[in-house]
């Protein structure tokens, strides 16, 4: 609070109580501009444009406490004196009143010095007042009270909304007139709940409240002064705030007591209290902040819910990109390892062809011939028996004639003037029909060989002489 600055109230009937018990009790005065029986918000309004200006020029420089709208909630009629809902439309009642404290926040605009905040309803009971006028069945009221505390609740919302914006806060009254009753829900068996229900026997009559209460509802503002301060960055926002607490003077200024100061950091939530009387704010005002928060900010949850989400997003979305990297980078290594592989392949083909030489691959199966084999006199490749239709027994008889393979046989037979050298009577010709499982073995003597002749006979195409060589794999390694 600025030291310069007077608090002053503006308030309705209902709250006659409390400054009375302010006027007439061991308590300092309050300045008040304001206090007539059953004022509505525009009548306040009326009443400010006319007086607001000769009351700050009396007065000086004003903190302004606003404590009206309940005369907007009810109207009372004046012969029977009994209350009742002025609208059972929540959303537009509650309209009504926080633009009239809109209009209140512009006539204060013109005054720079002067401050402003607006003062959260308590609830109250038209049962309990209709009771005390003698109402014959106060209860058929039921749901309008029902009603009057749903918009008693919506009400307190918009005016934490509209001090927040102003850099200022309002007790929460109902605070000390809850009460909570625990109980068996029949639904759950065993389970222990807790009901809120707010104390009616603090009001005498279900409006104003009792003087004890009234003590309690002024006593922080009429003992103490807050100074507050805020620490602003470039894009004027607040990025924390200090308020100190002072003892209050008899002319409502400041003392030179600090009792103890409050810090609270905007950007990480975080609140330090300290000073010589940290107790005060152990005993009388932790306990309503926690239960401010339980009771009118169950939005942080969701608040929070929402910031996990995008965090939730953001985590993925990055863990989306990381795997994206990773598998570049893993399909990047592998084709990598594939080119060194093939390069490691080409290198070693050499190595395999040497080994294929000791190892001999048969051309038709592509197969190593370790065994059972015979190697071509033309092209000195190696072939299975079965791969060109050799039985054993073929083998055992003709080891040392020489063969040749079906292609080496057709270029010999396509050659122009080619004969076969002639050979002595003991030479046998081995005859291998590739088209027959089981080839056929003939001796003959040694004839000139013509492309017309081996065309006309099949037989003689794949059959050629082998010279002395021994070409056969024994087939008892």
Known sequence: MTPKATPCYLSNDIFTSVFVEMEFGNMPLLTYIGRHIGRTIQQSIAWLKANLDTEIQLIGDIWLFVWIGTCNLTSIDKNTRYISLSSFNNTEIVQQITQGYKEIIDLLAKYPNCRVTFLETPFYSIINWNTKQHHKDPYVFSEQEHTLEQQVIALNKEVKTINTSLHSHSPDFNYDLYRTSKYKSSKHKGSTKQRKFFNIALYPDGIHPDPALAKAWLQFNLSFVVVEQHGVELSNLNIDSCYKIFNRKANNQPGNLLKFTMNLYHTTNKMTVNGGRVDIFINDIFDKICAEIQNHYTELNICNKTIHSQLSIIKDSLSNIIQ???????????????????????????????????????????????????????????????????????????????YHCDQCNDDLLYVGATFIPQTDNNNQQLPINTSSSEPTISSHETQDHTTDTHMDSPAQKSSLEFPHRHLLKSLYH
């Open 324 to 402: 994206k990297d990773l598998k570049r980078n893993q399909m990047e290594a592998l084709k990598t390892t594939e080119d060194q592989l093939s390069t490691v392949d080409l290198n070693t083909s050499g190595l395999q062809l040497a080994e294929s030489e000791d190892g001999e691959i048969c051309p038709n199966c592509e197969q190593t011939v370790q065994t059972e084999g015979i190697a071509c006199d033309s092209c000195n490749n190696w072939f299975h028996y079965k791969c060109v239709g050799l039985t054993e027994d073929h083998i055992n008889s003709y080891q040392q004639l020489e």
